[in-house]
């Protein structure tokens, strides 16, 4: 068994190997940029090695910096975890060549499998049915575009390397092509350093399936059962679970030799994952998809109904130890559903976002599990991908597992930094979600009814304002000759008066008194009684005879509260009055999240229509194209590409015809 490994991966899954090492009495070595020094993984693993700048070219997918800080501490092994390097034949060579194990399959299975094209070809010659469509390599846009046309729309461009749903176009006509191709290989670009696309059938009405396969280095190769994985956004899975409503004992047992007769055929080694596109509508027909030879994101669903630990078992299979378990020996107990937490704002069309943890809470208790890389002081950037933990929850039945789901998302609050947790909550309450009727479009038809927040209570704006109160009021007892017993100052004390927004309208709050006695008003509503007492993160807020426990975190004027499973950041006014004038609708283009300009399309003096693309910002390896609000001449450009811009950041104007200057003569 080795004695150090190194874990070539950041956040929650770099955190989660390193626990399995721990377990396993193996020295862990974690590596960072200069975003995550002080990260979560870097404090839990045995050593820690900056290994460069925060982009991910200069750092993580750094063959050389990687292999550099294995030589130098001595690792016998590398773990990729998932994303950055897992796939990437050159680095598992690399390794090869420097006498480093590689945790994963061999060269030739990663060569034949991480290729979408070659990895289709492969399967479609041993007669496994995939989804129709042209995966030649090399083709240009033109042949792209001539693909698409004969494939028939609407098609899928997916990008040849990676995966994560990075670069995936739905293209629903010929006119979308040309935008269409050229976001999608400058997102693979980005993503995986390779831009060849390939065509396929966009399947509308269909379900993510997908097999987990174990194999060892002396032949023997299992599947742990299915994973559901249709609840997607852009195709990215959102919410995964194990095993899946739709199949049956015997769907399951056919998926299950299919995906482990793809693993044999690569003679494939370690924890892997074929996935499969079932139509809805006819159940048992089921295409390849592709396989993942690497860890997949959901995998801890697959892990609660089997009891295995797939990390321990890559490193013992990289180890050369043979599976401790045959395929008559795997049974599937119970049921588990998995929720992925991202740094986004679904109310604002699921953008990323960024910023400092500032308070945290994280759930516990029966069949609960946290997978997070989530600490008080964190750091959420845009470099890397948006995905902060995962909450995880097992029952005996589904059901136990979804309602055990939805109280532990209700339990989990990031402050400081806003995330999807309330959506999450939402979509596992939705009635085709309850009773199993999933498909990939699902969220997408939704809508507006998964993503509406609605106004912040008025007993949530009175707790901010409490809370302000107590952060000014000095430590320790105050002895106030002037109070009376029961606690009210003699005289009319003065109302402290904010104006908040979250949201929505700004809304006037009165306060007065102290934070053990105090009267408070919020809008036009009449004046109650309220009191407020505070224990390290906790805010306890009784307002007209309401008590309610809050989590709480300050960062300036903004009050950050979390109770029943919503967070609301309460802003005072004045701190948002330069953004009030960018959201009037007067033609100001501002960035809605921050992140890098890597398109402008416009220049000053262009005449433009109202959804003109004038820019494209890309965050955390999501593009976001920036249109003209209204119809008129571009009067002020401030963005050039490859610039790094900010959340609400003015980036360009856009002036009616009848307001723009004359020019002189």
Known sequence: MFETVLVANRGEIAVRVIRTLRAMGIRSVAVHSDADAGALHTRL??????????????????????LAAAAATGAQAVHPGYGFLSENVDFARACEAAGVVFIGPPVAAIEAMADKIRAKQ????????????????????????????????????????????????????ADELP??????????????GDDT???????GNSRHIEVQVLGDAHGNVIHLGERECSLQRRHQKVIEEAPSPLLDTAMRASMGRAAVEAA????????????????????????????????????PVTECITGLDLVEQQVRVAAGERLPIGQSDVALDGHAIEARLYAEDPARGFLPQAGTVLGLAEPAGPGVRVDSSLAVGSVVGTDYDPMLAKV??????????????????????????????????ALLTDDDVVAGRLDTGLIERRGEELTTVEPPSEHVLAAAALALLVAAEPAGPVVDPWDVPDGWRLGEPAWTVRRFQAGGEAVTVRLR???????????????????????????????????????????GG???????????????????????????????????MPGTVTVVRASVGDEVAAGTPLLVVEAMKMEHVLTAPIAGTVTELGATAGRTVALDERLAVVTPAADAPEEEN
């Open 264 to 299: 044999k055929a690569v003679g494939y080694t370690g924890a892997g994952t074929v996935e499969f596109i079932v139509d809805a509508d006819r159940p048992r027909d089921f295409f390849f998809l592709e396989m993942n030879t690497r860890l997949q994101v959901e995998h």
């Open 392 to 425: 995880v929850t097992w029952g005996p039945d589904r059901e136990t597992a979804r309602a055990r789901l939805v109280g532990a998302l209700g339990q989990t609050a990031v402050l400081g930094v806003t995330t999807n947790a309330a959506f999450l909550r």
């Open 558 to 592: 903004t009050v950050w509260l979390a109770a029943d499973g919503r967070v609301t950041a309460v802003r005072e006014q004045e701190r948002l009055s330069s953004a009030a004038g960018a959201a009037a609708g007067d033609g100001v283009v501002t960035s809605p």
């Open 122 to 173: 492969t399967v479609m010659a041993a007669g496994v049915p995939v989804v129709p469509g042209r995966t030649e390599p090399g083709m240009s846009d033109d042949e792209v575009a001539a693909a698409a046309v004969e494939v028939g729309f609407p098609v899928l461009l997916k990008p040849s390397a990676g995966g994560g749903g990075k670069g995936m176009r739905v293209v629903r006509s």
């Open 513 to 555: 008194g102290r934070s053990g006695a105090a009267e408070v008003a919020v809008g036009d509503a009449p004046p109650v009684p309220a009191r407020a007492v505070r224990h390290g993160d906790r805010l306890t807020a009784t307002v007209d005879g309401l008590t309610t426990s809050y989590v709480v975190a300050h960062d």
């Open 197 to 203: 696309l390939l065509v396929e059938r966009y399947v």
């Open 45 to 66: 693993a045995d050593v820690a090695v900056r290994i460069g700048p925060a982009p991910a070219a200069q750092s993580y997918l750094s063959t050389e910096r990687v």
């Open 179 to 192: 935008d269409a191709i050229a976001g999608a290989r400058r997102e693979a670009t980005g993503s995986f």
